[in-house]
């Protein structure tokens, strides 16, 4: 055949002469294959920095070989999901989850969790007494614990020391939000400075307040609860920090609470402070720099005297698949990753984050004066707030139920803001009760 | 062998080789369709059957499916968080029709008269945004519209002597939420918009303006006579496709507004409600029923602006 007849000419014929050539190449050298006894997926790249240091040693120790991977943040949960929806076997031995993400894997029977249950594990090993009890709350399912908590989250306030001693402010003397509110009025500037970042249309520092008021979206049942009492008394106690024209506003955001916005936000003095739990406070010491030595911190205020001084903000936790081919394997890795108090300690040197197990606090490195805080010892404050942290309990439809609950926050607001407190109190419960109502609806249609 | 039995194979020969040829004939055509075929029969029809059957389930996966008749379209059809999706979709839509493709043929129009100095620089210009991924320009704005520090609140404080404070909040704000959408989704797509009217209006024959300013034509007349028919197959596609477009909206207002629909959903699309139910509940049977019942819609809207433009009749 004439190769000028070839239909479409030569340019089809290299097009197909190369495709033929490189799909061979790829056919006769394909990527060597990942031998592994485990493999490891994690979201958080201070957690996978963290593990690359030490996962060495559990190699060597238990003479196998483990694949530790950093996953996005954003597409982990979505592969995950997506690989035990289809019941796909590409998947990882063990990975970590984030708390708000979660709940999504518990949805459908409990033997179709894509999570193997640990309950009986964590009984055997005595892990309820040694950890945070609270922590395991956001990663059980009807009863049975599908994940081991690898962090606390107290949240404090963390704040310019500096603008504060400008002002005259004694912190030691702030002991409720009444407190607060009253020095939020004294040094907060409309439109210049306000005393603290919180939303007035998202939901994240809300969250915050219903926690410490053990306040939540599901009970331990799997009902339905930000409606309720606690729920309807946080949103009349938040709205009038942030709602425009209210006599106490205190509070205002910028489009984010993270990155170049908050660092903006703080090193030009527009917050004074911000709700600080530990991760943050990593965030802040790498992101904003000019403030060493001006930050400090402070408990949260309380709700009543000698109430709860923190809450809880965020969290991760560490599963192993039911397709993971060695699970006691994998539980001993989880054990070593997370309950190795010298390795703890070393590790919250490098990210802040207090780890839920007890005994680790006794280590040395929580007691050591972070000059970025002005010289507090910021381990021993999280640690000392630590048990005092407020349960959360999940749920499948947990994102459904955020989303709700701030639409609320949103009505109310505007309400606020256009009426003031006039029969406010009626309107939030009647707000709650419909947006609950809503995700009640959207709920019930779950046949699982 | 015989001379008569050499022509007799031949003639088999010849007649076997004429019998493949018929059959290679009425063959053909079905074998070169049938790549297309095969690949659009499991990567096409067979999904869009799929998903139909699944629109009566609740689901959890293959493993967990359990029929619930139409109560997926009925629930659907009673949600209040679908109804601000297509609303908000609807009005992102509406700006698309009625204010971004206006400024693409407004743009094609003034880049297409002679007088314009260094049009080629100015045509790549207003096209260049369209060079970036809807990704970059969700992440870019976010930042463009800070409050306080942002680019464009610092920009409108100082050109309106502080009327706009530098605090308004464009992606935190419900009420703004919409009109940043509109302003971001203008400057990437009217340049792009812009390449297809351009295009028409090279091709619009010369002679019928010479011929209508010689009627005596104003130049009001000679866009409302002579360009906008001579181009309405063009403005045609350009409103079926921006509307499709804009009806399929998902990455920028995810982006901008930091991987969710906004403050009070207010940028909650019919897509990101799709995504949010299949993906995040994980309801990929009440998942399809939305794809579905966007797709009706969508091809009723189609439907009804190909009658309205005439479309069909130029064809």
Redesign the interface.
């Known amino acids: 055949m004439n190769l000028r007849e070839f239909p479409f000419g030569y340019a089809a014929l290299s097009m197909l002469a190369l495709a033929l050539i490189t799909g061979t190449i790829i056919l006769l050298n394909p990527p060597p294959k990942k031998e592994a006894d485990l493999t490891f997926w994690t979201f958080a790249k201070p957690h996978y920095e963290a593990y690359e240091k030490v996962y060495h040693e559990f190699e060597k120790e238990n003479n196998c070989k483990v694949d530790l991977q950093l996953v996005s943040g954003?597409g982990l949960p979505?592969r995950l999901?997506?690989a035990?929806?289809?019941?796909l076997n590409d998947v990882p031995d063990m990975c970590e989850n984030e708390i708000s993400a979660a709940g999504?894997f518990f949805?459908?029977?409990v033997e179709?969790i894509g999570f193997e249950d640990l309950t009986d594990r964590i009984k055997a090993d005595g892990l309820e007494e040694k950890m945070i009890a609270s922590r395991f709350a956001p990663y059980t399912s009807r009863g049975r614990v599908f994940g081991l908590p690898h962090d606390v989250h107290p949240v404090l306030f963390g704040y310019n020391r500096t603008i504060m001693e400008r002002e005259g402010i004694d912190v030691s003397k702030i002991e409720t939000w009444d407190d607060f509110i009253k020095v939020g009025q004294k040094v907060t500037i409309p439109?210049k400075r306000y005393l603290i970042e919180m939303?007035?249309?998202?939901r994240d520092q809300l969250e915050i307040c219903l926690f410490q008021r053990d306040g939540g979206y599901f009970d331990p049942a799997g009902k339905v609860i930000f409606d309720n009492d606690i729920a309807v008394e946080t949103m009349k106690f938040y709205v009038p920090l942030v709602a425009k024209n209210s006599k106490t506003r205190i509070a205002?955001?910028?489009?984010?609470s993270f990155g170049?916005?908050i660092a903006?936000?703080m090193a030009?003095e527009?917050f004074i402070g911000v709700m600080l739990p530990d991760w943050r406070s990593k965030i802040f010491e790498n992101e904003i720099g000019t403030l060493e030595g001006k930050m400090a911190l402070m408990p949260l205020p309380a709700v009543t005297k000698g109430g709860r001084r923190t809450s809880t903000w965020g969290g991760t936790m560490l599963g192993i698949t039911k397709k993971c081919k060695n699970k006691d394997l994998a539980w001993k890795f989880a054990k070593f990753l997370y309950l190795n108090e010298k390795d703890l300690a070393r590790r919250f040197a490098g990210t802040n984050i207090l780890p839920p197990v007890r005994a680790a606090w006794k280590e040395p490195a929580f007691d050591k004066p972070n000059p970025y805080w002005s010289g507090q010892k910021l381990g021993r404050i999280y640690a000392n707030l630590a048990p005092e942290v407020p349960a959360q309990y999940t749920h499948?439809?947990i994102?459904?139920a955020k989303?709700k609950f701030?639409?609320a926050l949103?009505?109310c607001v505007k309400r606020y803001e256009a009426e003031g407190d006039k029969d406010f109190d009626a309107f939030v419960r009647q707000s709650l009760k419909k947006r609950a109502d809503?995700a009640r609806r959207?709920i019930a249609?779950?046949?699982? | 062998m015989s001379a008569t039995t050499l022509s007799r194979g031949k003639e088999n020969d010849l007649g076997g080789s004429s019998g493949y040829l018929k059959w290679q004939a009425k063959a053909a055509p079905y074998l070169f369709i049938a790549p297309f075929l095969i690949l659009f029969a499991v990567f096409g029809a067979y999904p869009i059957i799929k998903s139909l059957s699944l629109s009566f389930y609740?689901t959890?996966?293959?493993?967990?499916a359990?029929p619930?008749g139409i109560?997926n379209y009925s629930?659907l059809l009673s949600?209040?968080?679908f109804w601000i999706a297509v609303k908000n979709t609807v009005v992102y839509a509406l700006f698309s029709i009625f204010l971004q493709l206006p400024i693409a043929l407004g743009l094609a129009l003034l880049l297409s008269q002679d007088w314009v100095k260094g049009r080629s620089f100015w045509r790549l210009a207003f096209f260049s945004p369209n060079l970036m991924g809807q990704v970059f320009v969700g992440v870019l704005f976010?930042?463009l519209?800070?409050?306080?520090?942002?680019l464009i609140n610092i920009a409108l404080n100082k050109l309106t002597g502080g009327y706009i404070?530098?605090?308004t909040?464009?992606?935190?704000?419900?009420a703004n939420v919409m009109p940043a959408l509109v302003i971001t989704s203008i400057w990437m797509y009217a340049g792009f918009n812009m390449i297809y009217f351009l295009a028409a209006l090279q091709s619009v024959d010369k002679d019928l303006y010479e011929a209508s300013a010689v009627d005596g034509a104003n130049l009001w007349q000679q866009f409302r006579h002579v360009t906008i028919p001579a181009i309405m197959p063009v403005i045609t596609f350009v409103l079926v496709t921006s509307t499709l477009g804009s009806l399929q909206l998902f990455e920028l207002p995810y982006l901008l507004l930091?991987?969710?629909?906004g403050?009070?959903?207010a940028g909650l699309t019919i897509i990101m409600y799709l995504y949010?139910r299949g993906?995040?509940?994980?309801?990929?049977g009440?998942a399809s029923a939305v794809g579905w019942t966007l797709a009706i819609g969508m091809l009723i809207i189609s439907l009804i602006q190909v009658k309205l433009t005439g479309a069909s009749r130029e064809a």
């Open positions: 954003q979505q999901q997506a035990f929806l289809a019941d999504s949805r459908g029977p179709h439109d939303s007035a249309t998202g205002n955001t910028l489009s984010s170049a916005v903006q936000g030009n527009y499948p439809f994102g459904l989303s701030e639409q949103n009505d809503e959207q249609r779950n046949p699982y | 609740a959890n996966g293959p493993k967990d359990v619930v109560a629930f949600d209040p968080d976010a930042i519209f800070q409050p306080q520090f942002g404070p530098l605090d909040k464009w992606l935190n704000d419900s930091g991987n969710g629909p403050p009070d959903n949010d993906f995040v509940t994980g309801d990929l009440y």
